[in-house]
């Protein structure tokens, strides 16, 4: 009879594993948001169907634009949740990151709505006493409202690792930029992760803390973008009246 300890032992490592995970719900969000857009530069928030992100749901969320830079969690899956240790619906998408990264994701986001652009980010969690190391990847997608503009964006937050104590927040440690033209898909397939690069901190204990390199990945279907050229640069679309001009030409009619 053979016994159990003449058996060879296998170990099968889950490392693998998350990261194919990311990467394939990352990628399945992606090609809805590509699927949505039938030719056009951006589809609209309304044509979000939850049904169809299913896969992605529970790492999903939809931001609005509220200000130059800055957005608020209108949705949010229970990952997100999770992370922070509380419910994230109505924060600004910063309070997800540490403050040395709020700037770099400010300039993101005026990418994402203005080019528009979608973004991808590499992310590096703050690390302490019950906070064991973590790296996250996040997509930005860009969505029209009603009216328009785009000051939406589908998006989808999936962290690797030990959640720990929380909350957790991110430093962001690489990001890329896809110009979005309407009649031509965005180009991306199944990205690989991006290659995050840090800055050497400095060996004076009083100096100011590095900012972190900001790098487009290797892959030559992404091109390497500076955040606020991408905003300030995007191409002018032929329209008789913005959304804003419409919205002052609305008037209250009494009625007799």
């Known amino acids: 009879m053979e016994r159990d300890q003449d058996r060879p032992e296998t170990v099968i490592s889950m490392a693998g594993f998350e990261k194919a995970h990311g990467v394939r719900i990352s990628a399945a969000l992606r090609a809805y948001w590509e699927a949505l857009r039938k030719g056009r530069d951006v589809p609209m928030r309304s044509e979000i169907d939850p049904r169809g992100i299913e896969t992605a749901l529970e790492y999903a969320f939809i931001i609005e634009r509220i200000a130059p830079g800055m957005a608020r969690l209108r949705i949010a899956g229970m990952h997100l949740n999770d992370l922070m240790g509380m419910e994230v619906r109505g924060m600004p998408l910063t309070a997800l990151f540490a403050p040395i990264g709020r700037k770099t994701v400010a300039e993101a986001l005026e990418a994402c709505f203005n080019g528009p652009n979608v973004v991808e980010m590499a992310l590096q969690a703050e690390t302490g006493m019950g906070k064991p190391p973590m790296s996250a990847r996040l997509i930005l997608l860009p969505l029209k409202s009603d009216l328009g503009d785009v000051n939406r964006a589908l998006g989808c937050l999936i962290a690797e690792g030990q959640i720990g104590r929380t909350p957790r927040r991110f430093e962001v440690t690489a990001v890329s930029l896809s110009p979005v033209v309407a009649g031509a898909p965005v180009p991306c397939s199944l990205p690989e992760p991006v290659t995050p690069i840090i800055a050497q901190a400095s060996k004076t204990a009083d100096s100011p803390r590095p900012q972190p390199r900001l790098q487009a990945p290797s892959r030559p279907d992404f091109k390497e973008l ?31």
């Not at 640069?233 to 804003?244: G, S």
């Open 226 to 256: 500076d955040l606020q050229s991408a905003s300030q640069t995007a191409p002018q679309k032929a329209a008789p009246l913005t959304p804003e001009e419409r919205r002052a030409m609305m008037r209250i009619v009494p009625t007799s």
